[in-house]
């Protein structure tokens, strides 16, 4: 999808929402061209054990050769970035395809790493026939249609939580329903236009009920816009008076060079930590674009001042542990990103190493920040 210019620097100010996370992202390169992981340099999850998990978002095509290699050293979490998503694993009414999640966990398990399950309800990929009704025809909102789609959501998430049991500590259940741009501030997804709000409900409750130890979450993109972050504060305010199982808050934090201020994320995690809500970062990511610029290869000063910003995000999530539990990664290395083809189709380079899986100064400003270069 293309954007406009002015829409793209609103989106880059607001935080990417993000939209086919995982679609047309290009594969990695052939392992036999990659060099080996530098097997000399400091573990990330290590390095931040005292602090909270850090994972990745991960595709099972990471899970072998260097990919794996560089996942089993530097992470001890994983979500699947694509593989639990409802048109994977449930394409078809009623019939299940577990086999890229399963691998995921098996993996998981057998390197001592944590899973977060991502994501049980969210208003894109989803498959063909979920929002038709008992005709075939796609549904419009009347009572037959809304009873319709929760006996649908309920039977999908008790199949889907049931299936990963203990395996997965933690789910993203509801993925993205608010939207600033609407009077009422909801997403008007076909999930909200022919079930209200009942949606989100329903999928927290038989999510608890299937799994009462999991850690449930809403996730959201932007929530240090302050509009959007009040909106979000007073759904999970009314979830909890109404004894909703939320356990806590998601935030995606595709974030770029300059936006936001550590200060913004510092005040949103206390406002949703004093509601008594837990604290994740889900998808982390620092795109080095801040409009509508485009390079061909990665400019070296860029990703030195990429370094520095995330030394000052660690900075700022390490001083909010215990209000942060988690922090996740959208992605390995640069060789697979969704920034590549979103919001525009142009290189970039948002993660800790390169596309040869390489440290860059991200990593050193995460790990290390007296290792960084001076800036220009």
């Known amino acids: 999808m293309r954007w406009g210019r002015i829409l793209l620097v609103s989106l880059v100010c607001l ?42 978002a991960v595709w099972r095509g990471a899970l072998r050769g260097p990919h794996g290699e560089l996942l089993k050293k530097h992470f001890n979490s ?18 299940f395809t577990f086999g890229a999640a399963d691998e995921l ?40 249609n809304k009873a319709l789609l929760l006996q649908r959501l ?20 509801v993925n993205e329903p608010i939207d600033p741009g609407q009077p009422d501030g909801f997403r008007h ?21 299937a799994a009462p130890a999991a850690k449930l979450y809403i996730n959201e993109y932007g929530t240090t816009n302050p509009r959007k972050r009040a909106l979000l504060l007073k759904l999970v ?20 060079l300059d936006y936001p201020r550590a200060s913004a ?47 000052d995000l660690f900075k700022c999530f390490r001083k909010l542990r215990g209000s942060i539990s988690a922090v996740t990664f ?9 920034l590549t083809h979103y919001p525009v189709d142009r290189p970039n380079w948002p993660l800790l190493f390169d596309a040869e899986l390489q440290a860059k100064p991200a990593y050193w400003g995460v790990v290390n920040p007296r290792r960084l270069p001076r800036p220009n």
């Not at 992981?37 to 573990?43: A, C, L, M, R, T």
């Not at 959208?330 to 969704?338: M, S, V, Y």
Request: hydrophobic share 40%; proline share 6%; aromatic share 10%.
């Open 330 to 338: 959208w992605g390995l290395a640069d060789d697979r990103t969704w």
């Open 78 to 95: 994983i979500t699947a970035e694509n593989d639990m998503k409802w048109e994977h694993v449930e394409p078809v009414e009623g019939e």
């Open 265 to 311: 994320i510092t005040k949103t995690v206390h406002m949703f930590a004093a509601l008594g809500m837990d604290n994740q970062i889900t998808e982390l990511d620092v795109s080095v674009y801040r409009n509508d610029q485009q390079y061909s290869s990665a400019p070296a000063a860029l990703l030195v001042r990429q370094g520095y910003r995330y030394r």
């Open 154 to 173: 309920e039977r999908h998430v008790r199949a889907v939580v049931s299936h990963f049991g203990t395996d997965v500590y933690a789910w993203d259940v």
């Open 15 to 56: 935080g990417f929402p993000h939209i086919d996370d995982g679609i047309g992202v290009p594969r990695p390169a052939q392992t036999a061209t990659l060099p080996g992981i530098q097997s000399n340099i400091p573990s990330v999850y290590a390095t931040l054990a005292a602090d909270f998990p850090v994972g990745a």
């Open 237 to 256: 305010r009314k979830l909890k008076s109404r004894g909703v199982p939320i356990y806590g808050v998601g935030h995606q934090m595709h974030v770029n």
């Open 189 to 209: 997804s076909a999930w909200y236009r022919i079930t209200g709000t009942d949606y989100i409900v329903t999928a927290f409750r038989v999510a608890h009920e």
């Open 105 to 144: 966990v098996s993996f998981a398990k057998a390197n001592h790493m944590l899973v977060r399950g991502h994501t049980l309800v969210w208003h894109e990929q989803n498959p063909s026939w979920l929002f038709k009704d008992a005709q075939g025809r796609e549904m419009t909102p009347t009572p037959e």
